[in-house]
């Protein structure tokens, strides 16, 4: 009878310990499956960046595309919605080949200097340095930013940053220029802008 007890003592002992391995395996595997649920949120999405060939950018939904200064992807030209004056403004990307961002920057203030041209502090945008001067006319204040590539410099104006600050900031931040500027932008005046795919 000892015996019989003893067998079914240890019969429940097992059963008992084979449940509570199970449930630990349960709790395990649930945790699991609420880790790969974690896991598999979804990102969100990277904003995709018009490619000007010599350029690259982020363009906001009220950014458009102009080519009143030339057809070809090298004068291109972004414009912002009208302003208070119901005039255009513009950020408008110029590559220097031959001229440092200080060497042009110091260029520009001779050129401007009829026009209450300013040195600015140099700021930052997505780990690039611009220097920056501003000047004024009768259709506002125009600033100027100078950053250095490969080979010489790019000078980008903006027409009343203060009136377009966000969308001036946002293509700041996420404009990026190619390892040789000189190959990108022969090939860009070979590529009209109307038959590159703007994406907003």
Known sequence: M???TLSILSLCIALFAALALV???GIASGGGSSTSKSEGKEKAPVAEKTDFIWFKVEMPESVGVSDSAGKNADRVQLTFPENENTTVDRFIPVWEEKMTAEEALAD???KNSMFQWKVGDPVEYNGR???TGTCEDNRGTHT???TDVEPGSVCVLIAN???H?????TLLNSIEFPDDMAE???EAREVEISSIEIKH
């Open 108 to 110: 520009e203030g001779r």
């Open 184 to 186: 990108a932008v022969s």
């Open 129 to 131: 340095t611009w220097l």
């Open 23 to 25: 449930g630990c395996g």
């Open 2 to 4: 000892k015996k019989k």
């Open 144 to 146: 100027y930013l100078f």
């Open 165 to 169: 600050e966000k969308e001036a900031e």
């Open 161 to 163: 940053f203060d009136q």
